[in-house]
Nanobody
Framework: EVQLVESGGGLVQAGGALRLSCAASGFTFDDYAIGWFRQAPGKGREGVSC????????YYADYVRGRFTISSDNAKNTVYLQMNSLKPEDTAVYYC?????????????????????WGQGTQVTVSS
């Protein structure tokens, strides 16, 4: 059974930093693409960042490029999202997701419908 458990969210002041973690189990880590998504109240779920070990590729949404960094520890089956220079508009529930995207990471990596499994989410709140 595939399981994803996020942690690391919380309340932080603008300009601060958080590191989110997603502990994964139930699948071979290197066979899947990993993505981070977020959803603010009343808004749709949007892609933040993604990577694929097999493709050796990473992608970032324009609004987080230069501030957020995705990384992984394959031995621990854990993916991270380091978030620096946080802004109030980053406030959202953040989700980890996995999917077998093959060679389509460039087209589907930041699209929620491309993923098969999701964690429960972790709340990030940035105060002004």
């Amino acid at each position: 059974e595939v399981q994803l458990v996020e942690s690391g969210g919380g309340l932080v002041q603008a300009g601060g930093a958080l590191r989110l973690s997603c502990a994964a189990s139930g699948f071979t880590f290197d066979d899947y693409a990993i993505g981070w998504f977020r959803q603010a109240p009343g808004k749709g779920r949007e892609g933040v960042s993604c990577f694929s070990s097999s493709d050796r590729s990473t992608y970032y949404a324009d609004y987080v490029r230069g501030r957020f960094t995705i990384s992984s520890d394959n031995a621990k089956n854990t993916v991270y999202l380091q978030m620096n220079s946080l802004k109030p508009e980053d406030t959202a529930v953040y989700y980890c997701a996995v999917g077998r995207l093959g060679g389509l990471l460039r087209l589907w990596g930041l699209v929620a419908s491309g993923y098969d499994y999701w964690g429960q989410g972790t709340q990030v709140t940035v105060s002004s």
